[in-house]
């Protein structure tokens, strides 16, 4: 096994010991990874992305099914079934987050994004179904469908806000810029890549670093009046823009929400003095 350069020594002692336990035990057809690991850019506080590929379900299921007593040095875990299914998270030794992902060669995708580095593959098996072309997808009809009706519930929701910003409920305002910037990052994933990116994807995703550092400056809003009043106005702006992004590639989404009603809302919020 050939580690790559940045890999420190704590994390390669783990990978080791996961691909020892497991080919002892389990058999698996390979194993590959992503993330850091396969962009040769960790560093000691990476998390290590680890991938196990089974030939048949049998043998998958066999070893999901002892995941509760696999002999590894793990100070915690949960499972991860709300990203994909036979996900665990690990906390190894070390306080090494460590993500493992149990599939079939059919299965890989579309929850894996490359690159891949393959760590064990003694029969090349794993060479023929990594070396996969990735382009563009378009989004399905039903997120559009849900694209649209976030966009009505964006522009409800900023008339909630200012109705709570009289009442001083600062904190409550505060709170909702979690769902601002999920919904907005929604948004841009769809336009970039065709699909709702995760956290992490947004953030290193090349086409959005500028939108990144956007929403870093202007969507983390302090408890003060104007600070809440600065941030709603940059994300009402925000959401016009990327609405725009996204006709220019879906024009058959169907927006209600009118640009009168949008105009106004914004025109509330800039007549508030703080």
């Known amino acids: 096994m050939q580690f790559p350069s940045t890999i420190p020594a704590s994390h390669q002692y783990i990978v080791q010991q996961v691909l020892h336990y497991f080919q002892s035990h389990f058999s698996p057809l390979g194993m590959y990874a992503n993330g850091s690991i396969a962009t040769n850019t960790m560093d000691r506080w990476s998390d290590l992305d680890l991938t196990l590929v089974f030939e048949k379900e049998e043998a998958l299921l ?79 009809q039903e997120l559009i469908n849900q694209i649209a009706m976030e966009e009505r519930k964006f522009w409800g929701w900023m008339i909630f806000d200012y109705h709570h910003f009289h009442r001083n409920d600062f904190y409550l305002l505060a709170d909702d810029f979690y769902t601002f910037r999920k919904m907005l990052q929604a948004w841009l994933g769809v336009w970039a890549e065709g ?80």
């Open 62 to 140: 066999a070893c999901w099914n002892q995941r509760d007593s696999w002999e590894l040095p793990i100070l915690h875990s949960y499972e991860a079934d709300h990203r994909k299914p036979f996900f665990k998270v690990m906390i190894m030794e070390g306080f090494i987050k460590t993500d493992v992902y149990i599939t079939l060669p059919d299965r890989i995708f579309p929850f894996e994004k490359p690159p891949f580095v393959r760590l064990y593959d003694p029969t090349k098996a794993l060479e023929k179904v990594l070396d996969y072309s990735w382009s563009y997808q378009a989004p399905s």
């Open 195 to 274: 699909k709702v990116l995760t956290g992490r994807e947004f953030h290193d995703h090349p086409s959005l670093q500028e939108w990144k550092m956007r929403f870093s400056r202007e969507l983390y809003p302090s408890v003060s009046a104007a600070s809440l009043r600065n941030s709603h106005m940059a994300a009402m702006e925000a959401a016009l823009e990327i609405k725009e992004l996204l006709q220019s590639n879906y024009p058959l989404i169907p927006w209600a929400t009118t640009s009168s009603f949008q105009q106004a809302t914004q025109a509330l919020w800039k007549g508030l003095s703080c």
